[in-house]
């Protein structure tokens, strides 16, 4: 296996997965970043009522001194309407969102100054006591948990002195300043373990399928090294060895002849490898095609013959059955041409459409040999043959005597053997 074969793999593996603009960033955080998206409209939403509320109170200039009023409302209202914009377009919510917990917890700071010496009643509510909660829910955007939770904690007690001390430490404030701060820190509650949750759920569904991706990178990785052992195996077998024996059995002007021929033609797929190891275009092609390719075969081996085939004019089988059917049926007529001296080589090709079938005979009359005993590292069987139809789903059968071989390649559409 190359690097540029695994990377491919592994990008095959991704891409079987939903692409979308916010998930292509990151394969890693597929579902976090729609939780994230997720959480941003749910907190915009409820913001947005709680900012109403805080926009209608704050119509109020009583409640500041001459001249603090618009500043507040500049400092505290400006971020909290960037913030609005940034959740529900889905660009720069975290940043918008740590500007206004920034901006309103200097507006708590100011509050004192800008109150100070004005009457209050403990039932009177201010415009900045409804930005309380939206503060601990920008909070879950913009920091992470540590943060979140000292935003959750900090921002209500905050208030909660902001608010004794506009009072000027009254006890008659205590319930409501107590009350007040205990339902915007069970508020802020709430929101932080539901972010919590949702986040600890997804970032567990994006651990489990990168590890799904990695495990079929993996898996595809071994099945294509094996693949790829067999083509090369089967490549060095049907070129390069049958080459180098028929050079050192080559005694008689014809056999040198073969010999060379089949040395340029090792030559030429060695030098077309990477082509040549390949499966092939998935193209459909006709018997004929099959025939034809065959004859080529055997014509390169220094040995030319016709092949009978009987077909219906409207088969097809894929183009990889095509190449494969012809490559097995080249290495069972080399086989006969060094073993059997090509005594009454034949070679048949049948294809019926209902069902789609081909099938492919190459027999000679040589003396014949046991299948059985044929060492396993001898690849001209096993490989060149067996391996490779097996790889497309087909089959192939020998069987040999004293009154010669015969191998049957088949062929048969939708059956996986």
Same mark, same amino acid.
């Given at each position: 296996m190359t690097?540029? &074969?695994? =990377? +491919?793999? /592994?990008a095959a593996a991704r891409g079987q997965m939903p692409q979308t603009r916010e998930g292509i960033a990151q394969v890693g955080s597929f579902t976090r970043t729609r939780v994230e998206r997720i959480i941003g409209l749910v907190i915009?939403? $409820?913001c /947005? +009522? /709680?900012g109403a509320q805080a926009l209608v109170a704050a119509f109020d200039e009583s409640a500041e001194r001459p001249g603090w009023h618009p500043a507040l409302e500049l400092i505290a209202f400006i971020p909290f309407l960037l913030m609005l914009v940034g959740? #529900?377009?889905? &660009? $720069? =919510? &975290?940043?918008l969102s740590g500007l206004f *917990?920034? !901006?309103? %917890? %200097?507006? @708590? %700071?100011?509050?004192?100054i800008a109150a100070a010496g004005l009457p209050s009643s403990p039932s009177a509510k201010p415009w900045v006591f409804y930005l309380i909660n939206v503060g601990a829910a920008a909070a879950v955007i913009c #920091?992470? @948990?540590?943060g979140q939770i000292a935003a959750t904690i900090g921002i209500p007690l905050l208030w909660g002195i902001v608010r004794f001390a506009q009072c000027g430490w009254n006890p008659a404030f205590t319930v409501s300043v107590l009350l007040d701060v205990s339902f915007a820190l069970i508020f802020g509650g709430i929101v932080l373990t539901l972010g919590w949750i949702f986040r600890s759920a997804a970032a567990r569904v994006d651990r489990a399928r990168a590890s799904a991706v990695t495990s079929y990178a993996a898996a595809a !990785?071994?099945?294509a090294t094996e693949q790829e052992r067999v083509d090369v195996g089967a490549l060095m077998h049907d070129s390069v060895l049958a080459a180098l024996i028929a050079v050192g059995r080559a005694d008689s002007p014809r056999e040198r002849a073969l010999a060379v021929t089949m040395a340029r033609e090792a030559l030429t797929r060695l030098a077309n490898a990477e082509r040549d190891a390949g499966m092939g275009s998935e193209a459909p092609v006709g018997c004929a095609r099959i025939a034809e390719g065959i004859e080529a075969g055997a014509a390169d081996l220094g040995h030319p013959l016709r092949v009978e085939h009987v077909h219906d004019t409207d088969l097809r089988v894929p183009g990889v059955v095509a190449r494969a059917l012809t490559l097995a049926a080249a290495q069972a007529i080399a086989n006969a041409i060094e073993h059997a001296d090509a005594v009454g080589l034949h070679v048949d090709v049948v294809g019926r459409v209902d069902p789609g079938r081909v099938t492919v005979r190459v027999r000679d009359r040589g003396p014949g040999f046991d299948p059985a005993a044929v060492a396993t590292d001898r690849l001209g069987i096993s490989a060149s043959i067996v391996a490779r139809m097996a790889a *497309? $789903? $087909?089959r192939a059968n020998i069987a040999s005597d004293s009154g010669g071989t015969e191998v049957t390649l088949e062929w048969v559409e939708g059956v996986d053997e």
């Open positions: 690097p540029d &074969r695994d =990377q +491919a793999l /592994l915009a939403v $409820g /947005l +009522a /709680l959740c #529900f377009v889905g &660009r $720069g =919510q &975290r940043v *917990v920034l !901006a309103y %917890v %200097v507006t @708590l %700071v100011l509050w004192p #920091f992470p @948990l540590a !990785a071994v099945a *497309v $789903g $087909g």
